[in-house]
């Protein structure tokens, strides 16, 4: 098993730029896939971002590609999310997710396919 904890969430103005970081606990951190996921009021559950165990590979859907930026330390446990140019649109829960992979170069872009989540950190982004 693996505990998540987000942090770095905020309020900003748009074009600011923010740093979630996402600490998991155990030993095998290095053995998850990552996903970044955000969910604003009234809507789904929407994939921000994820990255492989190897580290060497990401996705992203449109509305963030270009601004967005995925990266893991796995000697620190740690998967980040850097989020440049900020828009009021992507005010949001961010939660962190992880799923023990055998895959080192996959990672999913589905919520279901995701087994332990983060308790999720604000952004908030103002006009």
């Known amino acids: 098993q693996v505990q998540l904890v987000e942090s770095g969430g905020g309020l900003v103005q748009a074009g600011g730029s923010l740093r979630l970081s996402c600490a998991a606990s155990?030993?095998?951190?290095?053995?998850?896939?990552m996903g970044w996921f955000r969910q604003a009021p009234g809507k789904e559950r929407e994939f921000v971002a994820n990255?492989?165990?190897?580290?060497?590979?990401?996705s992203y859907p449109d509305s963030v590609k270009g601004r967005f930026t995925i990266s893991r330390d796995n000697a620190k446990n740690t998967v980040y999310l850097q989020m440049n140019s900020l828009k009021p649109e992507d005010t949001a829960v961010y939660y962190c997710?992880?799923?023990?992979?055998?895959?080192?170069?996959?990672?999913?872009?589905?919520?279901?396919?995701?087994?332990?989540w983060g308790q999720g950190t604000q952004v908030t982004v103002s006009s």
């Open positions: 155990g030993r095998t951190f290095s053995s998850y896939a």
């Open positions: 990255i492989a165990r190897s580290g060497r590979s990401t």
């Open positions: 997710a992880a799923v023990q992979s055998a895959y080192a170069w996959y990672a999913p872009s589905t919520s279901s396919e995701y087994d332990y």
